[in-house]
């Protein structure tokens, strides 16, 4: 069989790359970085992942260099690019120059990787470091602003891409891929890809056996829903146990709309649970180290670890209410293989930095999976192949398209602080001195709060900038692609905003005391109830609304110090590694973000909101989640 090597590097988009190799019809094999030399002389080509370390830097992961003395083709692609030119004496600069988010770049098309392209292409970037000296026998094929993009050395077969060509934000990436899989290594043969659903139902018959039991937690989105349908098509009715816990931070009407639609997966024992007194409010001790309760923390990791860990412990009872223990039944999980990479799963990628806790990876849900009682049957899925499983084994549509929920729900959308801080004034004054050095004059003001994001396969969580300039009158579109380059000149800064429901922001903003409690999760739950059905609305002449996922967020920040403000995030990807933001009249009713200004204004909410906020940011550098 004709297969392809990939190495990862501990990249984000490591199962990406696979993803789309397959999809272009070649078997894959994915292989840590240190692997043998010899292990893969049986390939027909390797791909280099990208990565979060620096080829410079001490305790960069390790590799046989003999992989280059194989005489078979070579991709390396980021931190892989690198890798090659260090390797082969060229040199590699740090933060030679940072670039994150879709950027535009020249290409010479007399390269085999890009045939059938134009000369200036749409790429994903995202990295901080740059090849400054190319190696003899290279040379480079792809150049932005004076940085190396791309090189080739046609006598040994070996290419590296500084951008990533597998994420849909490059628009001609997957050509790229084929070009490199079928000009530059010759393969002819076409794989198709196993039955995903047969394979799903022999692993659960396998592992769960004749009377082995199943207790599944259901959030109602596609994923469990996917792992709950194949479990009952797998196994007896008795053998499964659906659970769905309220936490309190769930959207408007949500709970009971699940448990609506679960029913018709023909889950006959299904328990739910309403829990917002035991998730808000009960301390915990997490692997040794004392938590407080949810309603009194801040930190964005701290809330995800107590909310995961309160899923267990509520579900663990629920358990023992039913005669069962995960001594012996199985936990059932809906965990996509992106949970797992941006968790830092060690089992998944041991280069992979942490970039967010996911509830369905904490502490003792690993130990669980250790001892072998997880069922995860959507472990190796992205969010749109779990959406075409979903159609295959006949859910309704509403389940196969519905937007995508996090565990911890409303928990990572409402923003936690102490009142009455500022934004630090040396930052605030940088962010200035970088806006009176552009040709179109935004005004902004470094907000005191900060939001997770993903900056060279790295974890950040950096300050948020609010722009202002004409609310809704302006191109959103041209303020995103000039809200690209303040994260790649400013340290300090992760995510943009865009002030939406006036012209200025009208001063110095203060942070605002907040945390989770009954009255934050209502109010946000009827603020997003309004973006959600006005953002999600069909576009009018027809075409489809683009948008991927939508939702509203509570930010402790005003400028009296006293009210709240609401940021609408809504983002257009197919895999949620990477997500460009969605833009009025393109991907959504260009309409929409009025009516959310004029229905919030227009509402009792009004009194407690003063900033009205539009997330122009992609990610990287920020996440689709702002924690």
Known sequence: MEKIAILDCGGQYTKVIDRKVREAGVYTDIFPMGVAAERLREYRGVILSGGPSSVWEDGAPAYDGDI???????????????????????????????????????????????TGLAPREKVLMSHGDAVSRLPDGFRQVAVTGGVCAGV?????????????????????????????LRGICGLTETYALEDRIDRSVRMIRKRVGENGKVVVLVSGGVDSAVTAAL???????????????????????????????????????MRRIDAEDAFFHTPLVIDGETYAPLCETCEPERKRAIIGHMFFVITEQAARDLQLDFHTAFLGQGTLRPDLI????????????????????????????????????????????????????????????????PGPGLGVRILCTDGGMRADPEKATRLQAFLSEQERQFHAVLAPVRSVGVQGDHRSYRSLAVLEGGALTDDLTAVSAFAREIPNRLDFINRTAYLIDRDRIGGELRSVHCRICHQTAELLRE????????????????????????????????VDGERYSVAVRAVVTSDFMTAMAAMPGRDFPADALAAVVRRIRDSALSSRIDMILYDVTGKPPATVEWE
Request: glycine share 8%; net charge negative.
């Open 68 to 114: 280059f003395a194989l005489g078979i083709p070579v991709l390396g692609i980021c931190y892989g690019m690198q890798m090659i030119v260090n390797h082969f004496g060229g040199e590699v600069l740090p933060h030679y120059k940072t670039e994150y988010g879709q950027i535009e770049i020249d290409i010479d098309t007399s390269c085999p990787l890009f």
């Open 152 to 180: 080739w050395d046609a006598e040994r077969r070996i290419a590296g891409l500084q951008f990533h060509p597998e994420v849909d934000p490059t628009e001609h990436g997957v050509q790229m891929l084929v070009n490199f």
């Open 231 to 269: 479990l009952v098509r797998a196994l007896r009715p008795d053998q499964v146990y659906a659970i769905h816990i309220d936490h309190g931070m769930m959207r408007k009407n949500e709970s009971d709309l699940i448990c609506a639609n679960l029913a018709k997966l023909g889950l006959t024992q």
């Open 342 to 405: 941006e968790s830092g799963n060690p089992d998944v990628s041991g280069y992979a930095k942490k970039i967010k806790t996911h509830h369905n990876d904490v502490g003792v849900i690993r130990r669980l999976r250790d001892s072998g009682h997880v069922i995860e049957t959507n472990w190796d899925w992205h969010k749109d192949e779990v959406r075409q499983v979903a159609r295959m084994l006949g859910l309704d549509e509403e389940i196969a398209s519905r937007q995508p929920f």
């Open 527 to 558: 603020l997003d109830s309004i973006v959600t059905e006005e953002l999600l609305r069909p576009m009018e002449d027809g075409r489809k609304n683009r948008i991927a996922q939508c939702f509203a967020v509570l930010l402790p920040a005003s």
